[in-house]
T-cell receptor, first 115, second 112 residues
Framework: EPEVTQTPSHQVTQMGQEVILRCVPI?????FYWYRQILGQKVEFLVS????????KSEIFDDQFSVERPDGSNFTLKIRSTKLEDSAMYFC?????????????FGNGTRLTVT | AQSVTQLGSHVSVSEGALVLLRCNYS??????LFWYVQYPNQGLQLLLK??????LVKGINGFEAEFKKSETSFHLTKPSAHMSDAAEYFC??????????FGGGTRLMVKP
């Protein structure tokens, strides 16, 4: 079964550094998402992306965050200047259709640790 | 706006016992509801979804959930727990907009 793949599985970075988290969505999917889960807290929506532009974003997704689909397969999340509170598990997801009953398919996540 | 509340951050059952994980939602529009499972060091895997076709929904691994509009609930059940069911379970709602809102998760522990 096709999978969403995320790299790296773990990323350690120093405060103030830029990080790029990478995702390869399922190949025929059109809608892409980033979620994050701070340790011990809820899974939170960050951003959704369709047709090469952001379709929705949460309050968490401020100017320090950006997303890009640089080619036909990758979907990246960039954090420009990481803060300690950015430490979390980041999940990428994709779905083939935008209708409400389409489930999201998630990757295994990237654990980001900011020191 | 929508929200999800999962009662009980930890649930412990004996192997072979009934599993009941509770989920209550609020949504300003008719909701679509999902249960996801997360095994250690893995991503979120879809267990089942409610899309208004039937109120009792069957999912993978013997799990099922019943949508009760009057109670705004979507509780997850399994008649007989197996050791391999130990994981974290997330209820999620998709309402207005195309994003999922998750509950806080329930960690299921299965005792031998």
């Amino acid at each position: 079964e096709p999978e969403v793949t995320q790299t790296p599985s773990h990323q350690v970075t120093q405060m103030g550094q830029e990080v790029i988290l990478r995702c390869v969505p399922i190949s025929n999917h059109l809608y892409f998402y980033w979620y994050r889960q701070i340790l011990g807290q809820k899974v939170e929506f960050l951003v959704s992306f369709y047709n090469n532009e952001i379709s929705e974003k949460s309050e968490i997704f401020d100017d320090q965050f950006s997303v890009e689909r640089p080619d036909g397969s990758n979907f990246t999340l960039k954090i420009r200047s990481t803060k300690l509170e950015d430490s979390a598990m980041y999940f990428c997801a994709s779905t083939g259709q935008g209708d409400y009953n389409s489930p999201l398919h998630f990757g295994n996540g990237t654990r980001l640790t900011v020191t | 706006a929508q929200s999800v509340t999962q009662l009980g951050s930890h649930v412990s059952v004996s192997e072979g016992a009934l599993v009941l994980l509770r989920c209550n939602y609020s949504s300003s529009v008719p909701p679509y509801l999902f249960w996801y499972v997360q095994y250690p060091n893995q991503g979120l895997q879809l267990l089942l979804k409610y899309t208004s076709a039937a109120t009792l929904v069957k999912g993978i691994n013997g799990f099922e959930a019943e949508f009760k509009k009057s109670e705004t609930s979507f509780h997850l059940t399994k008649p007989s727990a197996h050791m391999s069911d130990a994981a974290e379970y997330f209820c999620a709602v998709k309402g207005a907009g195309n994003m999922l809102t998750f509950g806080g998760g329930t960690r299921l522990m299965v005792k031998p």
